[in-house]
């Protein structure tokens, strides 16, 4: 089956849908910067959205933003609504790939990828969504294998530092790597940071709708994974953290799922030794435990309720102690923020026979970048995209719904990274 990633009839490499939305905008700005490394050294790219007028907006800003006049000009706009299945069907037959920025994805996020795998254009987007990730395989993965198109979903920082880490950290192990455990800690500059409501309001819906993730799961009829080495242990909802220094929480996003679709990917198709995984986040000292538990308390009793939500929507800077706000950081916050993910792993050397006694080895891995949100998302989306653009016979021979790790496993999407400010480094 030809890939469309090799068409050449496609006026668009990359076609950025919801440029004009919070994330979006940082999105074009870093399509712009990265130009130069499209196929043949050169990209071809439109913006697209509801809204002529706010498209327009966005490309005068970036143009100012980056000191690039001619970006008003040059970058073409398609108006395209998802709720016009024929304006994201002309949209999608003029790109190799869509870059899908319209949150959440629960509500807005499946037209776009029917379009896609209908019209043969590849889709990356930026959820964090587990429910709308997985329940995206089991309803478009056969369509899209047989197209030869890549449906892949959560190409942000949830969860491209994550899972390529772990990647990372079994291909530089040396032996067979059988557990990992990743400690996330954040740091923000003297302005303070802060996130869009967009990643709240999908948080919201997420945890009110836990119970369908669940039987949704039960649909794919998956074996449990084989358990390779000492099973891991589960940690408390809360505990101290002698890894970070810190006190720490099970992390609550997408990051777990993702890695676990991915080390059963490696295990299928490539009879890998599966990875088990655990995922943790700093939450700091005593103060910001109690601040916590309290807003954790609070968010977990409202959100089983259409009111509780409605008010968790309206208000989220009083709910979420001004850490989701409705206008999102400035620029000072961004550039004054950044993450770190430390990864743990421990396996069996060389020789060393997995099914007999303890792990006798471990490794100590780091991905380190900016701000989160608007700053390491766009350029993890972004580098996905030109992967697939430079690299397509890297890439698994069919098309389908996949993790980043399923696909980029045998990339240098790791080097491109590192080329931008995500530093994957062995401690």
Same mark, same amino acid.
């Given at each position: 089956?030809?890939?469309?990633?090799?068409?050449?009839?496609?006026?668009?490499?990359?076609?950025?849908?919801?440029?004009?939305?919070?994330?979006?905008?940082?999105?074009?700005?870093?399509?712009?910067?990265?130009?130069?490394?499209?196929?043949?050294?050169?990209?071809?790219?439109?913006?697209?959205?509801?809204?002529?007028?706010?498209?327009?907006?966005?490309?005068?800003?970036?143009?100012?933003?980056?000191?690039?006049?001619?970006?008003?000009?040059?970058?073409?706009?398609?108006?395209?609504?998802?709720?016009?299945?024929?304006?994201?069907?002309?949209?999608?037959?003029?790109?190799?790939?869509?870059?899908?920025?319209?949150?959440?994805?629960?509500?807005?996020?499946?037209?776009?990828?029917?379009?896609?795998?209908?019209?043969?254009?590849?889709?990356?987007?930026?959820?964090?969504?587990?429910?709308?990730?997985?329940?995206?395989?089991?309803?478009?993965?056969?369509?899209?294998?047989?197209?030869?198109?890549?449906?892949?979903?959560?190409?942000?920082?949830?969860?491209?530092?994550?899972?390529?880490?772990?990647?990372?950290?079994?291909?530089?192990?040396?032996?067979?790597?059988?557990?990992?455990?990743?400690?996330?800690?954040?740091?923000?500059?003297?302005?303070?940071?802060?996130?869009?409501?967009?990643?709240?309001?999908?948080?919201?819906?997420?945890?009110?709708?836990?119970?369908?993730?669940?039987?949704?799961?039960?649909?794919?009829?998956?074996?449990? @994974?084989?358990?390779?080495?000492?099973?891991?242990?589960?940690?408390?909802?809360?505990?101290?953290?002698?890894?970070?220094?810190?006190?720490?929480?099970?992390?609550?996003?997408?990051?777990?799922?993702?890695?676990?679709?991915?080390?059963?990917?490696?295990?299928?198709?490539?009879?890998?030794?599966?990875?088990?995984?655990g995922a943790y986040a700093g939450i700091g000292g005593i103060a910001n435990i109690v601040?916590?538990?309290?807003?954790?308390?609070?968010? @977990?009793?409202?959100?089983?309720?259409?009111?509780?939500?409605?008010?968790?929507?309206?208000?989220?800077?009083f709910f979420s102690f001004g850490y989701f706000t409705k206008a999102g950081p400035t620029?000072?916050?961004?550039?004054?923020?950044?993450?770190?993910?430390?990864?743990?792993?421990?396996?069996?050397?060389?020789?060393?026979?997995?099914?007999?006694?303890?792990?006798?080895?471990?490794?100590h891995t780091v991905v380190q970048g900016p701000e989160v949100g608007y700053v390491t998302?766009?350029?993890?989306?972004?580098?996905?995209?030109?992967?697939?653009?430079?690299?397509?016979?890297?890439?698994?021979?069919?098309?389908?719904?996949?993790?980043?790790?399923?696909?980029?496993?045998?990339?240098?999407?790791?080097?491109?990274?590192?080329?931008?400010?995500?530093?994957?480094?062995?401690?």
């Amino acid at each position: 089956m030809a890939s469309v990633a090799t068409s050449t009839s496609r006026p668009y490499h990359i076609v950025i849908f919801g440029a004009s939305g919070f994330t979006g905008q940082f999105v074009v700005e870093e399509v712009a910067r990265t130009v130069s490394e499209g196929p043949k050294g050169s990209l071809k790219w439109a913006v697209a959205g509801r809204s002529k007028e706010k498209l327009e907006k966005v490309l005068e800003q970036a143009a100012g933003a980056l000191g690039e006049p001619e970006l008003k000009t040059e970058v073409d706009i398609i108006v395209a609504d998802v709720g016009e299945p024929d304006s994201l069907a002309a949209m999608c037959k003029q790109a190799v790939i869509v870059l899908n920025c319209v949150g959440p994805y629960r509500f807005y996020g499946e037209p776009v990828v029917k379009a896609c795998v209908e019209n043969e254009a590849h889709y990356i987007d930026i959820s964090g969504e587990p429910q709308f990730l997985e329940s995206m395989q089991y309803d478009y993965h056969d369509e899209a294998a047989d197209k030869g198109v890549y449906i892949i979903g959560s190409s942000g920082f949830d969860s491209i530092p994550a899972d390529m880490g772990v990647i990372y950290t079994r291909d530089h192990f040396n032996g067979t790597l059988t557990a990992v455990e990743s400690f996330l800690t954040t740091s923000t500059g003297p302005e303070g940071g802060c996130i869009h409501d967009g990643t709240w309001q999908s948080a919201i819906h997420g945890f009110a709708d836990s119970v369908k993730l669940k039987i949704l799961r039960r649909k794919f009829n998956y074996k449990p @994974l084989p358990t390779v080495g000492s099973k891991i242990k589960r940690r408390g909802v809360m505990f101290f953290s002698n890894e970070i220094q810190q006190y720490a929480v099970p992390f609550l996003g997408s990051d777990p799922s993702v890695v676990r679709r991915t080390q059963r990917f490696l295990v299928e198709e490539q009879q890998a030794t599966p990875v088990q995984y655990g995922a943790y986040a700093g939450i700091g000292g005593i103060a910001n435990i109690v601040k916590l538990l309290f807003a954790g308390m609070m968010f @977990l009793c409202m959100v089983k309720f259409a009111y509780g939500r409605k008010l968790l929507i309206k208000f989220p800077e009083f709910f979420s102690f001004g850490y989701f706000t409705k206008a999102g950081p400035t620029r000072k916050q961004i550039e004054g923020s950044s993450f770190q993910i430390a990864f743990y792993g421990e396996g069996y050397t060389e020789g060393q026979d997995p099914s007999k006694g303890k792990p006798n080895s471990k490794i100590h891995t780091v991905v380190q970048g900016p701000e989160v949100g608007y700053v390491t998302t766009p350029i993890a989306m972004v580098q996905a995209a030109l992967t697939i653009l430079n690299e397509p016979t890297e890439l698994p021979k069919k098309g389908g719904v996949y993790t980043p790790g399923a696909v980029f496993a045998k990339t240098t999407l790791i080097d491109r990274l590192n080329n931008h400010g995500i530093k994957f480094s062995v401690i």
